[in-house]
């Protein structure tokens, strides 16, 4: 069987959880979450950046930042996971859901606009596979209508808008570290902040809402309650983990182009034939690798697709449902038809994608697909 996905692990993960064991800190913000903290924001810029436990952590915080409330409006993608809508529904905002493009499954910026009202607060774009959306729209769209912008970058590690890491345009940015991601911790997550009105409520925030953060640093002699908040921080442990992969950053990366393109070279010829759709890329995007996905023609082929790679022992999958159709929300949505994201549902099919995945798999689940369409 060709999973499809399998943790990658560097050689150092045991080691450093070894000696953050060893440290007597294993508790949150300890000598690896720094080092992690201090990877970020010297490689890419920014502000801060904060551990969380997980991505959807890391969105629950913005949205406290933010102080959404109820009746707040967040335009965010129907095309994406629970997570990046879930943490603003929990604090009472109502989803107003754009369709994707027709390029890819990133949210169409032309139509993002014509949904904002008096009620707007936030705008949540979602690099999907790593790909930028178009960012100066958005964020020129922002200072029009004095919005916010949080970048759900889950799966847009190490990928740039232009010359701009992903993350780093946005207000607040959140990114994963699930194991599905291309740099992992088993489960984790990263609040960026990039708007410095933020920091000091967030190191707040993510202790429980208490200043312990500046206790420890000696700001102040001694700490107390002062606002809401929950226990976003991680263990040392999962930074010691995370560390070992952030190391080896370069090297995952490069391997996972390969890959990339791999898929992508086997796979051209059938999409110049127009019997499917591979990724595209706008100018302005960078590729992280993060996944390989088609899109077929019907829902019916990709269901036949998945059977037939199943049958050979390839594990094919395909990734979300409209979110505007779900049980939860169906009937909170405006009725508008986002068909280019209903789309994406029926069609888009992720292929097998982790850093070993030798030449001979790529190959031969390229000749499985080919076959196929014959």
Avoid at 60 to 84: C, H, Q, R, W
Wanted: hydrophobic letters at 40%; one cysteine or more; glycine letters at 4%.
């Amino acid at each position: 069987m060709i999973s499809f996905n399998k943790p990658y692990l560097t050689g150092k993960e045991m080691h450093y959880m070894y000696q953050a064991v060893s440290s007597c800190k294993i508790s949150g913000d300890g000598i690896y979450t720094k080092k992690c903290h201090q990877f970020f924001e010297e490689k890419y810029g920014f502000k801060k950046v904060l551990l969380t436990t997980s991505c959807t952590d890391a969105l629950e915080m913005a949205a406290i930042l933010l102080d959404i409330k109820e009746g707040d409006e967040v335009i965010a993608p129907s095309y994406t996971f629970v997570s990046t809508v879930n943490a603003f529904v929990l604090r009472g905002a109502k989803i107003v859901f754009a369709d994707s493009s027709k390029d890819n499954p990133n949210m169409d910026v032309e139509a993002i606009e014509a949904l904002i009202t008096d009620k707007t607060k936030v705008i949540l774009p979602v690099h999907y596979a790593g790909i930028a959306c178009d960012m100066d729209k958005i964020m020129q769209l922002a200072t029009k209508y004095n919005l916010f912008v949080i970048e759900d970058a889950a799966q847009a590690i190490d990928s740039y808008y232009r010359d701009k890491p992903l993350g780093s345009i946005g207000h607040m940015s959140a990114f994963s570290f699930h194991e599905t991601k291309n740099i992992i911790s088993g489960e984790g997550g990263m609040l960026v902040i990039n708007d410095e009105r933020f920091i000091k409520r967030a190191e707040i925030i993510r202790e429980k809402g208490t200043n312990r953060s500046s206790f420890f640093r000696g700001e102040v002699d001694k700490y107390g309650w002062v606002d809401i908040g929950s226990s976003f921080l991680p263990s040392d442990i999962i930074a010691a983990f995370l560390f070992a992969q952030l190391e080896n950053l370069d090297d995952i990366q490069n391997k996972r182009k390969q890959i990339w393109n791999q898929y992508y070279n086997g796979l051209k010829a059938l999409q110049d034939l127009h019997k499917l759709k591979l990724p595209h890329l706008p100018n302005y995007a960078s590729n992280n690798a993060h996944m390989f996905f088609i899109q077929c023609n019907s829902l019916k082929e990709r269901t036949d697709l998945i059977e037939y790679l199943k049958k050979d022992n390839v594990y094919a999958v395909f990734h979300y449902l409209s979110l505007h159709k779900s049980p939860y929300y169906n009937t909170k949505h405006d009725g508008r038809y986002l068909i280019e994201s209903d789309n994406y549902s029926d069609t888009l099919l992720r292929l097998p994608f982790y850093y070993e995945l030798s030449d001979d798999d790529i190959q031969r689940i390229n000749n499985l697909i080919i076959t196929f369409y014959k």
